[in-house]
T-cell receptor, first 113, second 110 residues
Framework: GAGVSQTPSNKVTEKGKYVELRCDPISGHTALYWYRQSLGQGPEFLIYFQGTGAADDSGLPNDRFFAVRPEGSVSTLKIQRTERGDSAVYLC???????????FGPGTRLTVL | RKEVEQDPGPFNVPEGATVAFNCTYSNSASQSFFWYRQDCRKEPKLLMSVYSSGNEDGRFTAQLNRASQYISLLIRDSKLSDSATYLCVVKSGSNYQLIWGAGTKLIIKP
């Protein structure tokens, strides 16, 4: 079956711009996670959704970052007033529940110039 | 101190050799442990879970030492296709948030 998909695969933007990154989880998965991976580092947790609600957003670095999952399926990570330090690969993962294996999408490589 | 620490490598190993990765974690309440594999510019993929009794999957063996807060991965008879970055991952007390090491890069040479 189809895995987790993320769009776009690459996004180049200028400092100060707004970006949206999309994640399509595996069908039927209620848990959805966003991670950020900088070069040479492991992924860093950002936010966890169980259904439509954000069960844990403690990893979001500041209030420029926001994520939604209005219908409990597709999720969008939104970054306002992007900064060069936001450049990273943004990974999305989904699972059947909070304790289940997390399946990762291919990521969106964000570059802020 | 980072929550999960790994040797950054890279490890340059000849094909057929045995290679071992080590990982330490700081949160004694951690409950679940994993090794993930990540190929260059790809997403991480679960290689194996790590159980207290130790577990083996073909050429791969994982061990957990809770007293020392130490996890290991052993790869026997290494193949060229084993070249990748190996990430040690620990689940926090919340039981869903994955805490990742920075990864150890492995390069298998013919």
């Amino acid at each position: 079956g189809a895995g987790v998909s993320q769009t776009p695969s690459n996004k180049v933007t200028e400092k100060g711009k707004y970006v949206e990154l999309r994640c399509d989880p595996i069908s039927g998965h209620t848990a959805l996670y966003w991670y950020r991976q900088s070069l040479g580092q492991g992924p860093e947790f950002l936010i966890y959704f169980q259904g439509t609600g954000a069960a844990d957003d403690s990893g979001l670095p500041n209030d420029r970052f926001f994520a939604v999952r209005p219908e409990g399926s597709v999720s969008t990570l939104k970054i306002q007033r992007t900064e060069r330090g936001d450049s990273a690969v943004y990974l999305c993962a989904s699972g059947r529940g909070g304790t289940d294996t997390q399946y990762f999408g291919p990521g969106t490589r964000l570059t802020v110039l | 101190r980072k929550e999960v620490e790994q040797d950054p490598g890279p490890f340059n190993v000849p094909e057929g050799a045995t290679v071992a990765f080590n990982c330490t974690y700081s949160n004694s309440a951690s409950q679940s442990f994993f090794w993930y594999r990540q190929d260059c510019r790809k997403e991480p993929k679960l290689l194996m879970s790590v159980y207290s009794s130790g577990n083996e999957d073909g050429r791969f063996t994982a061990q957990l030492n809770r007293a020392s807060q130490y996890i290991s991965l052993l790869i026997r008879d290494s193949k060229l296709s084993d070249s990748a970055t190996y990430l040690c991952v620990v689940k926090s007390g919340s039981n869903y948030q994955l805490i990742w090491g920075a990864g150890t890069k492995l390069i298998i040479k013919p």
